[in-house]
């Protein structure tokens, strides 16, 4: 069903910037890409989410694709509260399809 | 404003029973969806209700069911339990679909014995 891929892990120092690289390649022209994260034992986190255009906010930096078809989830400075689970998500089968979640990347910051 | 409510936030059945668990989404949200999480499955979309009606439903047997109220508040309902529904049960709550910014309660952990 997923319809975006990522790495199952990936290590970061901290204070260094994390560069979660998401691919969905079969996205549809007004689907937006959303990242959530999920730290242990709580529920999945909303962090950011884009079109077309790069996006910032607080907690992270989008980067998207000309094409689309891939983004990357960048956290600044990572720090050790930043170890989670990342998701990239987008709806599988348009907008009325279903919300589906892949199984995340593991983000494991280290001191 | 107060966030998704799940109760009960941990509950023990034996294999047969039936559950019963409750998601309170945040006021002015219409949407609710259901997701099933265990270590080896990840996240699963169980269901997504709004305006008291189902728009989508997971890849989950007929045991699993759910439902919507007018004032939004949702209810899923597990019968006649199998070990393997052992899991974490999120409820995610948004404004209206298809918006994709979702909120998420703590969940209800639910053992089968």
């Known amino acids: 069903d997923a319809k975006t891929t990522q790495p199952p892990s990936m290590d970061c120092a901290e204070g260094r910037a994390a560069n979660l690289p998401c691919n969905h390649s079969?996205?549809?022209?007004?689907?937006?890409v959303y990242w959530y994260r999920q730290i242990h034992s709580q529920g999945p986190q909303y962090i950011i989410h884009g079109l077309k255009n790069n996006e910032t906010n607080e907690m992270a930096s989008l980067i998207i694709t000309e094409d689309r078809k891939s983004s990357t989830l960048i956290l600044p400075h990572a720090t050790l509260r930043d170890t989670a689970v990342y998701y990239c998500?987008?709806?599988?089968?348009?907008?009325?399809?279903?919300?589906?979640f892949g199984q995340g990347t593991t983000l494991q910051v280290k001191p | 404003k107060a966030g998704v409510t799940q109760t009960p936030r941990y509950l023990i059945k034996t294999r047969g029973q039936q559950v019963t668990l409750s998601c309170s989404p945040i006021?002015?949200?219409?949407?609710v969806s259901w997701y099933q999480q265990t270590p080896g499955q990840g996240l699963q979309f169980l269901f997504e209700y709004f305006s008291e009606t189902q728009r989508n439903k997971g890849n989950f047997p007929g045991r699993f069911s759910g439902r919507q109220f007018s004032n939004s508040r949702s209810e899923m309902n597990v019968s006649t339990l199998e070990l393997g529904d052992s899991a974490l049960y999120l409820c995610?709550?948004?404004?209206?679909?298809?918006?994709?910014?979702?909120?998420f309660g703590s969940g209800t952990q639910l053992s089968v014995l």
């Open positions: 995610a709550s948004s404004i209206q679909p298809p918006n994709e910014k979702l909120f």
């Open positions: 006021s002015g949200h219409r949407s």
């Open positions: 079969t996205i549809s022209g007004n689907e937006y």
């Open positions: 998500i987008v709806r599988v089968g348009g907008n009325t399809g279903k919300l589906i």
